[in-house]
């Protein structure tokens, strides 16, 4: 679980929030059991925006298999 800088992506674009989570569950997912999150929490600044743009990538991206 893991791997979300807070910080760069409640200052990125929504293009770029999409694109940094894609990243880490092409890499992190292989053999199933990866939990893209920041934590325990979602931060409270983090703009709505980016967050759909997360819950986007899950869907797209993050189904297994990863392919």
Not at 28 to 42: N, R, S, V
Request: charged share 20%; proline share 4%; with cysteine.
């Amino acid at each position: 679980m893991g791997n979300l800088n807070h910080n760069k992506l409640k200052q990125a674009t929504q293009k770029q929030v999409y694109e940094d989570c894609t990243k880490h569950i092409n890499v992190a997912a292989e053999g199933g059991g990866y939990w893209l999150a920041f934590g325990c929490e979602i931060p409270r600044d983090l703009p709505v925006n980016n967050m759909r743009s997360i819950m986007r990538a899950i869907k797209t991206s993050g189904k297994y298999p990863i392919n």
